[in-house]
């Protein structure tokens, strides 16, 4: 697949001038219940755009492209369930070649710090770093609860080395999100998945044919909607492995590893 073969899933957004709490006041003082924390239930904003449409009028619009499989294989709508299951920071990685206990070592846990994991356990500032592992065929699927640990280059180098491969998908919701692929220890590609324009590496448009089966044009300056389900997705279609939320169920192994949060 070219970048000529297909078009982008264009998606146009409107962004109003608003005050910081317009919608509630006015939702408030027009008999609506709301909510003191989260985003405005949608009646209420769609009530308070038609009560309002010069506000819509004046707005800026912006289009963003929203990745979509355009060939079989894992799509971003598989990955809808991690925004609930994972949280705002983790970091996946997905590591050929290695078995459980090893990629928890290059991931810096002793021995002693690798147990099964419960639901009690999270990481905390001053605390432990969480990190949970599972085996899917060949890989081995790391997942770190509010962490990054997997995404340094001399980690992923240390998991990767040998002929092994190592890629990291990392969401951080108030920094960027990444995807890294190393392979045989080498920095292969490091993606930007909101601008995949954005990427380097020694070979960094090696996964391109990957994103044009996503649709998303690698040549292109677009700002993608749905970054983090398009690079799970993107992940999944490199390495053949499907991540559910079964797989993420606890009690699992893996490692509570002391004083390794920063």
């Known amino acids: 697949m070219s970048d000529a073969d297909f078009t982008p899933l264009r998606v146009t957004y409107r962004a109003p001038k608003l005050g910081r709490t ?15 924390r989260g985003p405005e239930a949608p009646e209420i904003t769609e009530a308070f755009f ?22 079989p294989g894992a799509s971003p709508e598989d990955y809808e369930w991690q925004d609930s299951e994972l949280g705002d920071i983790y970091t996946i990685v997905f590591v050929r070649g290695l078995d459980e206990h090893e ?13 099964m994991i419960e639901d009690g356990d999270r990481t905390y500032p001053e605390g432990s770093w969480i990190i949970t592992v599972v085996r899917i ?3 081995t699927i790391a997942i770190e609860d509010c962490g990054w640990r997997g995404l340094q280059l001399e980690v992923l180098g240390a998991l990767s080395r040998d002929g092994g491969e190592a890629l990291a998908v990392h969401r ?7 995807v890294t692929y190393a392979v045989d220890g080498q920095l292969i590609t490091d993606i930007n998945p909101r601008f995949p324009i954005d990427r380097q590496g020694t070979d960094p448009d090696r996964l391109n044919r990957h994103l ?23 992940a999944s ?7 559910t939320p079964q797989h993420l169920r606890r009690p699992i192994l893996g490692a509570a590893i002391p004083g390794a949060y920063f």
Not at 57 to 71: G, I
Not at 172 to 178: G, M
Not at 215 to 233: E, F, Q, T, V, Y
Not at 237 to 243: E, H, K, P, Y
């Open 212 to 234: 044009r089966e996503l649709g998303i044009d690698p040549a292109a300056d677009d700002s993608i909607d749905n970054p983090i389900p398009a690079a799970l997705a993107l």
């Open 22 to 36: 317009q919608i509630q006041d006015w939702a408030r003082a027009n008999g609506y219940l709301v909510s003191e």
């Open 103 to 115: 990629v928890l070592r290059r991931l810096g846990a002793a021995d002693e710090d690798i147990r």
């Open 172 to 178: 951080h919701d108030y920094a960027q999100h990444q």
């Open 137 to 139: 065929g060949e890989w």
């Open 237 to 243: 279609r490199i390495t053949g492995v499907m991540l």
């Open 50 to 71: 038609a009560a309002h449409p010069e506000i819509l009028e004046q707005a800026r619009t912006f289009e963003m492209v929203r990745a979509t499989a355009r060939t």
